[in-house]
């Protein structure tokens, strides 16, 4: 019989030279080499006795024995590993929730979770998912920190791979992904269920985020034969100061009777410049004005005066079901197929929003 890769590792000079052996194992248990690979290797049932297991497993704890994922992987043509790479870890405040969820998720799985931040260079994507391929990852989470069309880096189709909080710009993977268009349609409901008519919307950019959220917010709207005027719909890009100049524009000098009641903001930072601009106007929120945000941004949207209500990106959420999906592709060995999973977005309520004034 042939030296496997984990006993010759402990068979080198050096430290490893002290690591034991599965062979250590079967001399302290009085068994064979071959028992012991079947305990670790999951094929102990039906071939060794309960009381012969527990005798291996002992003497594996009084070594200090773990099996070599190396050369087991290579066994089972497997390492364990899946590789994350995205965009841009270092700069977005969302990151460390989709992270979670996905390397959660492996991990209950008994995966690890190697990530690689490619800045966003196209170049860097490509050298990172060939680097993950020579490492014989199980399969790669390809995700954006932002909604968006991507290129799917080269390479990326000769393993099992899932995008995240994207979609391929040639429709080609399966994608998981926020259900943007149900989550504006839910703000609407927010305002609506509290009687308010004179709707807006402030914010928002040429993405697809805007366009859906918009979307969604209108359905809701129009099954209550309500429309948005034109010039309540004010895109003021994504940042504090585009939600001030955008509620500035809506509100400074306007009737009372005739303001709108509700705003709909793009994120929670416009939704801030939105409430920044009623406090330097006397608009009360939200006896006078309410706001709906979207993102419920982390250490942001529940420390605004008021405490922002908002629609929550299910970034965590996106991340375990990608894992999800990756893992049950590698467990199936079944590419499953391109289609696009939607995650919901659920409301988090807070002080924002009140019953629409009556005047």
């Known amino acids: 019989m042939g030296t496997s890769a984990e006993d010759r590792n402990g068979t080198g000079g050096g430290r ?26 999951g094929r102990a049932e039906g071939n060794l006795s309960p009381a012969t297991q527990e005798r291996i ?15 087991r992987g290579l066994r089972r043509r497997r390492t364990a590993v899946i590789g994350l790479v995205t965009d841009e870890i270092a700069s977005s405040p969302f990151a460390g929730r989709l992270l979670r969820g996905a390397m959660e998720t492996a991990w209950a799985d008994d995966h690890l979770v190697l990530t690689i931040d490619s800045g966003g260079d196209p170049a860097k994507e490509d050298a990172a998912v060939a680097e993950l391929l020579d490492r014989r990852v199980d399969g790669i989470i390809y995700a954006a920190m932002s909604l968006r069309r991507v290129r799917v880096p080269e390479g990326l189709h000769r393993t ?9 710009e040639d429709d080609s993977l399966p994608a998981v992904v926020p259900a943007e268009r149900a989550g504006g349609r839910s703000a609407a409901r927010l305002l609506l269920d509290q009687g308010h008519r004179r709707l807006a919307v402030v914010g928002g950019l040429d993405d697809i ?45 306007t009737d009372p009777r005739e303001r709108p009641t509700g705003v709909f903001c793009y994120n929670d930072r416009v939704a801030a410049g939105v409430l920044h601009a009623a406090t330097r106007l006397g608009i009360d929120v939200p006896a006078d004005l309410s706001v709906v945000g979207y993102d419920d941004q982390e250490h942001m949207a529940a420390f605004l005066t008021p405490p922002l209500t908002s629609v929550a990106l299910p970034h965590r959420a996106m991340g375990e079901a990608a894992a999800r999906l990756l893992l049950d592709a590698i467990g199936t060995g079944r590419t499953p197929p391109a289609t696009t999973r939607r995650v919901a977005c659920p409301v988090v309520s807070r002080a924002s929003v009140g019953p629409a004034p009556i005047r």
Do not use: K, M, W
């Open 160 to 168: 099992h791979s899932v995008l995240a909080n994207c979609l391929p």
């Open 16 to 41: 490893a030279a002290s690591r034991p052996t599965s062979r250590d194992v079967a001399r302290l248990a009085g068994v064979s080499h071959t028992a012991v690979s079947f305990v670790f290797n």
């Open 209 to 253: 985020a805007s366009a859906e959220r918009l979307r969604g917010f209108r359905d809701a709207l129009r099954a209550e034969g309500i429309t948005v005027p034109r010039d309540r719909v004010v895109r003021t890009g994504g940042e504090i100061s585009g939600g001030y100049e955008g509620a500035i524009r809506l509100l400074a000098g």
């Open 57 to 71: 497993r002992q003497a594996a704890a009084r070594l200090g024995y773990r099996p070599d994922p190396v050369a």
